[in-house]
């Protein structure tokens, strides 16, 4: 990731605004896509067998779930830090920005978890996992763009309650249907 | 006789709506003019396709529940119609943007449009779930996981395709209300030919896919026996 960004660095310099938030979020897509994917993708089949011995598919997906959760949005704060070092910070509003990030990590993280739990059923490598996955993200991903204009401007944007709630509405729609249709996943 | 007659009525609408769509009296529109009667055929495409999805959906939902291979075979052939009829209704909608959005907006505001994208998405998840039918070998896993994922996805994009053009700027009709159209300001000589369109084209679509059904149901029983 420190790479990553630090390419990014030696090919732009001091970016704008707007190039600075697309940039932003594709990163934290990428990572995404990498950091989630490993968590179906790399369990070995003896360890799946064991989990499934000892725990429910509701709790087991619950918990990968909670913890990918958790994993991006560390990953989304150090890339954040990384980018406030190499390509400035054009951020004015701190705490907004801080919890649209959280945010925007909880709902890529919730959404790749799922899809990689489909992806490693399909004994399939993480390419399957995007082909699924980048159609699904895309309207999320445009409203975190969206929202997080607002941090770099000193007008604050009508509708914004509105977008956040339909962000917060997608992450728990996800979280039901991984609750629901998570069993049938895993019994094989 | 009794089960053919919603076959006849499919043709005999379709029948009315090409020859009245095209012939009637049509209210003269600002920018529109005579492309309005796009409209018989575009949004009706739409209108088809989600019909046509929402009972792909249904049909993977009982799959999990019953478990019976007939109900995936329903489940992908009503997605492939699906997308069939949205491929269309971007075509249709593409000839309508040539004569009413070009000569007033520039490219780039098009390709934005986020009735535009939101297809484009709806498009790439079916083509993903055929993707996904197709890398898996054995029959019922494939069924299974496939079903998953279209529950999924649809749980995921149709609140995003009815929400996400009501909150940003779009140059397509019944922006800042309803994304498809704004329903007060259809004129009854349009809505005399609309509404009966919806369902010609909705009949058209169900009874390719009950053709399409019956053959793999065929294929299906003569990989099973021989």
Partial sequence: ???????????????????????????????????????????????????????????????????????????????????????????????????????????????????????????QNAALMAILGF??????????????????????????????????????????????????LWKD | MRKSWWKILCAVILLYTVSCGLLFDVPAREILHETIRNLFFHVCMWMA????????????????????????????NYAKVGLLLGILGY???AVWAKYTWTEFADMSQIFTEPKLTGTAIALLIYFAYLVLRGSLNDIDKKARISAVYNIFAYAMLFPSIWILPRLMESLHPGRGGNPALNF????????????????????????????????????EKSLLNG
């Fill in chain 1, 135 to 184: 159609p699904l993200i895309i309207p999320q991903l445009l409203l975190l763009m969206k929202i997080s204009n607002i941090v770099f401007a000193d007008v604050i944007q009508a509708g914004l309650t509105q977008i956040l709630l339909l962000l917060g509405g997608l992450d728990l729609l996800v979280i039901v249907l991984a609750m629901i249709l998570f069993p049938f």
């Fill in chain 2, 184 to 219: 007060n300001d259809l004129d009854s000589r349009l809505r005399i030919v609309f509404w009966p369109a919806i369902i010609g084209w909705t009949l058209l679509g169900v009874w390719i896919t009950t053709l399409k059904i019956r053959i793999d149901l065929l294929k």
């Fill in chain 2, 91 to 93: 075509a249709t909608g």
């Fill in chain 1, 1 to 123: 990731m420190a790479a990553t960004i630090f390419v990014l660095y030696l090919a732009m310099g001091q970016p704008e605004i707007n190039v600075w938030n697309g940039l932003f979020w594709m990163i934290q897509l990428f990572v995404c896509v990498n950091a989630v994917a490993k968590s179906f993708l790399a369990e070995s089949r003896g360890r799946m067998l064991y989990f499934y011995t000892i725990v429910g598919g509701r709790h087991f997906i619950l918990a990968k779930l909670l913890f990918n959760v958790l994993l991006m949005m560390a990953m989304t704060l150090t890339s954040w830090l990384l980018f406030a070092v190499f390509l400035g910070n054009p951020v004015i509003h701190f705490w907004q920005f801080l919890g649209i990030t959280l945010l925007g990590g909880t709902s890529l993280s919730l959404v790749f978890t799922f899809l990689s739990a489909i992806a490693a059923r399909a004994q």
């Fill in chain 2, 49 to 76: 396709m989600m019909v046509l999805l929402s009972a792909s959906v249904y049909y993977s939902i009982r799959y999990l529940r019953t478990q019976q291979l007939r109900d995936d075979i329903y489940a992908v």
